[in-house]
């Protein structure tokens, strides 16, 4: 139900802030993510047997390309849809985004007619050409979807979102398995399914969202409004556009650079142990994310002990999840890809082991970095990403030039893992958030996970432990940190105890 009044209404916003509202939110979308991404991580292992390294190279460049053109299909003005105290303000940000993403994608349409062989010489990849037009296709559904998304978490409804994903995943999947069955597996089928997959998911928020508000869209938007909305936030366009162009950027450079020094079937090893990696951020960090920046958008109107809380309360849990995966993962890496995946993708283990440092300050990163959008820092976020996406062209030249795609991405690791931390470090300093807490947090966890690793280490050197067998023990040994974990930390705990209340085993299990 839409707010009538245009200020908000302190106790509703209070009410909204409880732990309880934050974790039941996280759980919503998460449990729909999880049932998309459960489905994603059982169809991969066929996946990878239909669909060689070099379909997932031309995979990853089409969806690189077109990520650079989805970043810009609202000049950013969707992220504001959740800063408005009102809805009546919102809804014309709404519109403005929707209007803007109509004229920006007309308009892609000659910019990639112009600079279609030119990049796809650069890019050493001339079987690409065949699928360029389905970009602009691509950046309308993204686009899309993103302004409804912010639309939704506004309204606080969360389910939808759940359910738009689980399609999106069924439809991706199933497409790229039937096409892989019947003998036609090919970098243009991935790149088929994900199209239709974002339609779907399109589609199935849209539909939900204007059922219920296309009226209120009727009444509310207006010219006047959306100038308005123009002008109030033109450092969305002025600063955190180019932000995020130059954040999405450093973070698809491999994939160029890969292309460009070596071929696309290493692009498709990077690109598959990339895709592993992302899962956890998919699972779970974006669901807390999303909640999040709601959260965090109206604690920063209430007051800046309220969004300190709410910080703390969401930085912990990501540190909980992501350090013992990423250490494990340090260890078993090409083992893990070998089992799960076939052996052909051994080289995509070597590359995760090193991408997972970068990827776990990714995990804790990417939710807080809503905060330059709250605090209006976005000067600073271009300054931060201009200089990371620096460091990163050089790492991965360094490394390219040395004629090893390895190195080059252990240098782009590295320098990914620092420059996040520095945004992590400015953000809960602007956060009131002590950075001595946050440590000790994460030196617990560490040390909790030595035991462990020194098992794994050990049994890896063992002759007559093949790699199914480490794999498997080490599957178990991860289910163990965490309930050792959860059971000396009520914090976690708690939470834990309250999605899992309904669960009888699970909940006999924890107390």
Request: some cysteine.
């Amino acid at each position: 139900m839409l707010r009538k009044t245009t200020q908000i209404d302190t106790n509703v916003s209070s009410e909204s802030m409880s732990s309880k509202s934050f974790a039941s939110n996280v759980v919503t979308i998460a449990t729909g993510t999880a049932i998309a991404q459960i489905v994603g991580i059982i169809a991969t292992p066929f996946i990878t047997r239909y669909y060689g390294p070099d379909a997932f190279g031309l995979f990853a460049l089409f969806t690189s390309i077109a990520s650079i053109l989805t970043i810009i299909a609202c000049l950013r003005y969707e992220l504001a849809i959740m800063l408005p105290k009102s809805d009546e303000e919102a809804a014309n940000v709404f519109g403005l985004s929707i209007v803007i993403l109509i004229v920006i994608t007309l308009l892609s349409i000659p910019v990639l007619m112009v600079s279609q062989q030119p990049l796809l010489q650069l890019l050493n990849a001339p079987e690409l050409g065949q699928y360029f037009w389905l970009i602009p296709p691509t950046i309308v559904l993204t686009g899309a979807f993103g302004t409804l998304n912010y639309w939704n978490t506004r309204t606080k409804q969360f389910q939808r979102l759940a359910i738009a994903r689980v399609m999106k995943s069924f439809s991706t999947t199933g497409i790229q398995l039937g096409m892989g069955v019947a003998g036609l597996a090919s970098g243009g089928v991935l790149i088929a399914a994900s199209v239709i997959g974002q339609l779907v998911s399109t589609l199935a928020l849209s539909i939900q969202i204007l059922r219920e508000h296309l009226a209120f869209f009727r009444q509310t938007i207006t010219r006047k409004g959306m100038i308005a909305a123009l002008k109030q936030y033109s450092n969305f366009p002025k600063y955190d556009i180019w932000s995020a162009l130059l954040n999405n950027f450093s973070g698809i450079l491999p994939v160029f650079i890969l292309s460009m020094y070596f071929n696309p079937t290493v692009v498709g090893y990077y690109s598959l142990g990339l895709m592993v990696l992302m899962l956890p951020i998919g699972l779970i960090g974006e669901s807390v994310a999303q909640v999040f920046f709601q959260k965090a958008a109206e604690a920063k109107n209430i007051s800046q002990t309220d969004l300190k809380n709410a910080v703390e309360y969401t930085i912990k849990p990501l540190l909980f999840l992501c350090v013992f995966p990423t250490l494990l993962l340090l260890i078993i890496g090409p083992e893990l890809f070998r089992v799960v995946f076939g052996p052909m993708w051994q080289e995509s283990g070597d590359y995760a082991r090193f991408l997972s440092l970068w990827m776990c300050s990714v995990f804790i990163c990417a939710p807080l970095s809503v905060l330059f959008n709250i605090f209006q820092k976005l000067h600073i976020n271009l300054l931060l990403n201009f200089l990371q996406m620096v460091a990163r062209v050089i790492a991965l030249i360094v490394g390219a030039t040395l004629g090893s795609a390895l190195t080059a991405i252990i240098l782009f690791s590295v320098v990914g893992f620092i420059s996040n931390d520095i945004s992590i470090i400015y953000l809960l300093k602007l956060s009131d958030v002590s950075l001595l807490k946050q440590a000790r947090i994460l030196l617990k966890y560490v040390l909790l996970s030595i035991p462990f690793l020194i098992i794994i280490l050990i049994v890896q050197y063992i002759p007559w432990v093949n790699d199914s067998g480490l794999v498997i023990l080490s599957g178990i040994l991860t289910i163990f940190y965490y309930i050792l974990a959860m059971r000396n930390d009520p914090e976690i705990l708690d939470p834990i105890k309250n999605f899992t209340s309904k669960i009888p085993i699970i909940k006999k299990f924890l107390q």
